[in-house]
């Protein structure tokens, strides 16, 4: 059977680990390879080469450095496809989707092009009598991310282009669920030019992320994953002294007013609930309809689901299979927690018939109505294609509603009323809001970010909190002195 191999140094690197781990074929339902599971040693290996390469990268010139991420953004956009391919074969999700992702982690290498005008400094001339202010920013070093199997490609495209622009050399630890996308990625880099060592790729569990976290030349983490992953990184990583940003897991609602569009609102819960079978972390959870619409919506909503096709990704259907049998099963077991919880499953998607292999991990979409706030299914991230309804009497308990969930990572508002849009703006507790848009996941030039359980650390991801995160600054003070200079003074210096 095929392994996947470390990426260190530009070339595929076995190391020293007898451990593997399985890589299905989520739609066939079986194991496709496996994928070596790192030791600390394996990692340090890939970090001694990443700090070995950080000097000359660091020292390449910002004009050298742009052309190589200009370079790799033409050869990702020519080959997408092929990368399209690996994803749904890994995780599963169908072709249309994974092209899709492609193309937001696109536009972070797009937005890392610029990166000359993003580590420009700041100037002040003559802050006191013949002395400039000025101020630069500098590479970490060698920067580690840590990335989570339901976007293969666009979550380490969050990370790596930004920091290898800014300067710095990379360590990434994808999933091991699904570690072949960024193997590709590595090696599309060193098409474009990237020299070796600057983006090293190495696989495993916990083992390979501890290693990472107290490694003494690593200089940061980034991570993206489940809430008590993303705690305890945030926590190993700060206590080793490293810059962290830890982002977390998710329970998005949906709230709809009354006097919304209720069929874009029907398509949009559809979209944002049911694509990438519900394992986006920007998925939409919970619809929070304030009476009375929601009788008319969910008659829509279920219209509109009878018609999606599952199966498997690359026959053109409309939403794929579940990552892993047992997390299959584990979002099947919600249904039967919301009957036991007195709730009304309304579409109960086990045992829908697929256009894939019968072994494959399949649940069907599934809407239950009359969610009590004090059931499982409400307050677990269920990370699968369920979506709850939770109907509330007014919008000021919808947003109370919202402001008590311990996660903060997206909300979105459906209603024509402009005031109370801009109400809900200022009032909700989340870090990215949609009006009218269901999936609110900011432009490459805007940082991706939740709040409360939904990210640890103060610096969001990509966009120009990621430039912060990825540099350190200086700020030089600077005189050049006047042959007829005062001399000696030990007073304190002051603005003059
Ligand atoms: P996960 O937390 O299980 O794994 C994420 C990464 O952490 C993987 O690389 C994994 O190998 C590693 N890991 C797992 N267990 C570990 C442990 N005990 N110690 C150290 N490292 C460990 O997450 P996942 O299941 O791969 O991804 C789904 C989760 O990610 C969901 O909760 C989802 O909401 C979240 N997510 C969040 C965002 C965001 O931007 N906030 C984006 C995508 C996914």
Redesign the pocket.
């Known amino acids: 059977m095929d392994i996947v191999n470390h990426w260190i140094n530009g070339a595929a690197f076995e190391g020293e680990s007898t451990r593997t781990g399985p890589i299905f074929d989520p739609a066939l339902g079986r194991v496709a390879r496996e994928v070596r599971l790192a030791t600390t040693g394996d990692v340090d290996v890939a970090v001694a080469a990443a700090r070995a390469a950080f000097p000359a990268w660091a020292d390449t010139s910002l004009a050298k450095r742009q052309a190589i991420i200009f370079t790799f953004r033409e050869l990702l956009n020519t080959r997408k496809l092929e990368l399209a391919e690996i994803l749904t074969a890994e995780h599963g999700k169908v072709i249309s989707d994974a092209l899709g992702e492609i193309s937001r982690g696109l536009e972070v290498v797009e937005f890392a092009t610029g990166i000359p005008h993003l580590v420009k400094g700041e100037y002040s001339e003559n802050v006191s009598t013949g002395v400039d202010v000025y101020s630069t920013r500098e590479p970490l070093g060698v920067v580690g991310v840590?990335?989570?199997?339901?976007?293969p490609a666009m979550?380490p495209l969050w990370f790596f282009p930004l920091a290898i622009a800014a300067g710095n050399s990379v360590v990434l630890?994808?999933?091991?669920?699904d570690p072949s996308s960024s193997i590709w990625m590595a090696q599309l880099f060193q098409e474009a030019g990237l020299p070796d060592g600057v983006f090293n790729v190495v696989h495993?569990?916990?083992v390979s992320?501890?290693a990472l976290l107290e490694h003494p030349d690593v200089a940061s983490i980034s991570?993206?994953?489940?809430?008590p992953?993303?705690k305890?990184?945030y926590e190993t990583g700060s206590k080793h002294g490293k810059r962290v940003q830890a982002?977390?897991?998710?329970k998005n609602h949906m709230l709809v007013l009354p006097d919304a569009d209720l069929d874009l609102v029907a398509d949009s819960a559809v979209n944002a609930g049911f694509g990438s079978a519900g394992e986006?972390?920007m998925a939409i959870s919970v619809l929070v309809a304030v009476e009375p619409v929601a009788d008319e919506l969910i008659a829509k909503i279920a219209s509109r689901m009878s018609s999606l096709r599952v199966g498997d990704g690359r026959r053109n259907c409309d939403m794929g299979p579940l990552i892993t049998r047992e997390h299959r099963d584990k979002v099947a077991g919600y249904i039967d927690i919301a009957a036991e919880d007195g709730a009304k499953v309304v579409v109960d998607g086990r045992g829908i018939a697929v256009d894939g292999e019968s072994d494959g991990f399949w649940l069907g979409p599934t809407l239950i109505d009359a969610v009590p706030t004090t059931s499982r299914v409400y307050t677990d991230?269920i990370?699968g294609p369920v979506l709850s309804v939770v109907r509330v009497a007014t919008y000021e308990e919808g947003v109370a509603l919202i402001n008590a969930s311990p996660y903060g990572?997206g909300t979105a508002i459906f209603t024509n009323d402009g005031g109370a849009a801009r109400r809900f703006q200022r009032e909700v507790q989340v870090g990215m809001i949609g009006i009218n848009v269901p999936i609110p996941v900011p432009v490459a030039y805007y940082s991706?970010?939740?709040w409360k359980d939904?990210?640890f650390g103060d610096s969001k991801?990509y966009g120009p909190d990621a430039i912060h995160f990825f540099t350190r600054q200086k700020a030089i003070t600077r005189r050049w002195l006047d042959p007829s200079h005062a001399g000696v003074n030990l007073g304190f210096p002051e603005n003059k």
């Not at 630890?173 to 669920?177: F, G, I, M, T, V």
């Open positions: 840590i990335s989570p199997f339901n976007f979550v630890k994808p999933s091991e669920k495993g569990d916990k992320v501890d991570f993206v994953g489940s809430t992953i993303a305890y990184i982002l977390g897991g998710a986006r972390c991230e990370f990572n991706f970010g939740g939904s990210l991801a």
